[in-house]
């Protein structure tokens, strides 16, 4: 079946150090769709990233993402972490036209002074 | 700015009681969803609705239903809740992007 994989679950990072949380993914759709959400302390998840075009760079808030569908990746990256940068952030795949997200377990970013 | 909104933001119960969560969603969209998010934070997608019709119906207890009565409201009843539902109730809408409300919280002790 289809699913998503966050091998961190934690990332704790100083601040102004680049960042990158991991995403890999499974599925036998061959129309897909990504996001990346991220989820402030009790607040809603919200979309930070999105992309379902291979090998294109996206760009939002100073984080970027590309999706890589020969190696199955979507990782999320910046290159100087800040403060407020410190929340939950989720990789999710739409697979097919059903809109249905898979997510995966999550990754709590922890950015340090 | 909220465009997904529930009530109530927490509910405390006992168990084997009857609770009801309300879902609106004021964005216009067909299809809205219902996700429990658990004490590890995570987020599994219960049900799917696109105008009123259940399209997706994952893997849940019978004592969860939801309830829709028209394209920008989708409730979720749960008949007779156990310890193990204890979780924050997330509802969504969508036309491509999923947008979320802020949740609602239920604990069962």
């Known amino acids: 079946g289809d699913s998503v994989t966050q091998t961190e679950g934690l990332v704790t990072v100083t601040e102004g150090l680049p960042v990158k949380l991991n995403c890999t993914y499974q599925t036998t759709y061959l129309t897909i769709a990504f996001f990346w959400y991220v989820q402030y302390l009790n607040e809603a998840p919200q979309v930070l990233l999105k992309s379902s075009t291979d090998n294109k760079r996206t760009e939002h808030q100073g984080f970027h993402a590309t999706l890589h569908k020969s190696s199955s990746s979507f990782h999320l990256q910046k290159s100087s972490a800040q403060l407020s940068d410190s929340a939950l952030y989720y990789c999710?795949?739409?697979?097919?036209?059903?809109?249905?997200?898979?997510f995966g377990l999550g990754t709590t970013l922890q950015v340090q002074p | 700015e909220t465009a997904v909104f529930q009530t109530p933001n927490y509910h405390v119960t006992q168990v084997g009681n009857e609770v009801s969560f309300n879902c609106k969603q004021t964005?216009?969209?067909?299809?809205m969803y219902w996700y429990k998010q658990d004490s590890k934070k995570l987020l599994k997608i219960m049900f799917s609705?696109?105008?009123?019709?259940?399209?997706v119906n994952e893997t849940v207890p019978r004592r969860f239903s939801p309830q829709s009565s028209d394209k920008a409201h989708l409730n979720l009843r749960i008949k007779s809740v156990e310890p193990e539902d204890s979780a924050v109730y997330l509802c969504a809408s969508s036309f491509y992007e999923q947008y979320f409300g802020p949740g609602t919280r239920l604990t069962v002790l």
């Open positions: 609705y696109n105008n009123k019709q259940l399209i």
């Open positions: 999710a795949l739409m697979a097919g036209n059903t809109g249905k997200l898979i």
């Open positions: 964005l216009g969209h067909d299809t």
